[in-house]
């Protein structure tokens, strides 16, 4: 007998891509399936269409509330959940005919509290696959809890988002998203995590991660520092749990500060008085000493971070002129991801 899955689809102006991501749960070869598409007072007609769904598949609920972001819809769909398992599914995403099927057989099989599935960066004319690691073909990997929060803490083979994966309900039931806050996996994904003794890593690509052609830099605001604020908050639960951890987590928050100043140096219009990136700055000059001991086996982040602690211009100017030495092949290229053209 079949267990039931239930598939939580927050919709908010998403018009142009929604069909795309519920005919791919419709089309699932795992049947035994409770979609909740969750309008999360969507200004478009996203409404409709998930009624028009709805009425014609028994599988297919559809919520309607006020506006209340992600999270907010993420939670209010999960009260409605009957499932022993659960999955996450952004609106503009979709997956595989098989990818249900696959994670369920891979959780009965392991006993796991979290199967992760491999994906696609899927941009309009081309995807990304991401082998640094894995290749798609190879077996399964399967972590124990320390393993895992090591992972989530490194945020490279198990990344924190909340899609992808399928959770037993009774692991994240109790565990609500941070309502009004970007990045809102980063606030929850380690509190789930933290309860998972069996995890398990695909590496077969069975979503599909939309990319909107949005530039990181255009697009960018002080919002943006939620995530900041996200993996300051894990860093304290590190602290207490995982101490082992401490310099990993710190790490990630280096890099993260790093990368945020550079972004609000290019949007300086938006940071007035340079008020974010002086806070920036407070926190690296306060922690410096836990920050250098966490990065000393990394040349490049030590580098980085001897060079803003000297004067950000100094880190800046670095940055750029990496890019420049780049472009013209006189420094070390990035290591990219593999592209599939479609």
């Known amino acids: 007998m ?18 795309r991501c519920i005919q791919s749960l419709i089309n699932q070869t795992y049947k035994q399936l409770e979609i909740i598409l969750v309008d999360d007072g969507s200004p478009d007609n996203c409404g409709k269409i998930a009624d028009n769904y709805a009425a014609k598949d028994s599988r297919i609920k559809a919520f309607h509330k006020k506006n209340g972001g992600l999270s907010d819809a ?16 952004d609106s503009d995403d979709w997956l595989e005919d098989n990818m249900v099927e696959k994670l369920v057989a891979y ?25 640094r690691y894995y290749e798609k073909d190879e077996p399964p990997v399967i972590l124990n809890n320390y393993e895992l929060m090591t992972e989530l803490v490194i945020n490279e083979r ?3 988002f ?52 949005d530039s990181i830099v255009a697009a960018y605001t002080p919002r943006n520092l939620d995530i900041i604020k996200g993996l300051k908050e894990r860093h304290a639960f590190i602290e207490s ?17 790093l990368e945020h100043y550079l972004l609000l140096f290019l949007n300086r219009q938006k940071d007035p008085g340079g008020f974010y990136r002086k ?14 001991k966490a990065v000393e086996n990394n040349h490049e982040l030590n580098r980085q971070l001897d060079y803003f602690s000297w004067h950000p211009f100094l880190y800046t100017a670095f940055i750029g002129a990496r890019k420049v030495f780049r472009k013209f092949r006189l420094a070390p290229q990035p290591v990219k991801l593999k592209q599939i053209n479609i």
């Not at 993420?74 to 599914?89: I, P």
């Not at 995982?242 to 280096?254: A, G, H, T």
């Not at 806070?279 to 306060?286: L, T, V």
């Open 2 to 19: 079949e267990h039931l899955v239930s598939i939580i689809v927050p919709v908010y102006k998403v018009e142009k891509y929604i069909d």
């Open 74 to 89: 993420r939670n209010y769909g999960a009260q409605y959940v009957t499932g022993k398992f659960t999955l996450f599914v």
């Open 107 to 131: 959780s009965l099989k392991y006993e796991a509290d979290v199967v992760q599935s491999a994906f696609y960066y899927a941009h309009d004319d081309y995807l990304l696959y991401d082998n």
């Open 158 to 160: 198990v990344k924190n």
């Open 162 to 213: 909340a899609w992808g994966k399928l959770y037993k309900t009774s692991l994240i039931e109790d565990i609500p998203f941070e309502k009004g806050v970007l990045f809102e996996d980063v606030f929850w994904a380690h509190k789930v995590m933290e309860r998972a003794e069996r995890y398990v890593i695909l590496h077969e690509p069975l979503c599909y991660y939309y990319q909107r052609n």
């Open 241 to 257: 749990r995982y101490p082992d951890l401490i310099d990993e987590s710190y790490r990630l928050i280096l890099k993260t500060h």
């Open 279 to 292: 806070g920036i700055q407070q926190y690296i000059n306060a922690n410096y000493q836990n920050l250098k």
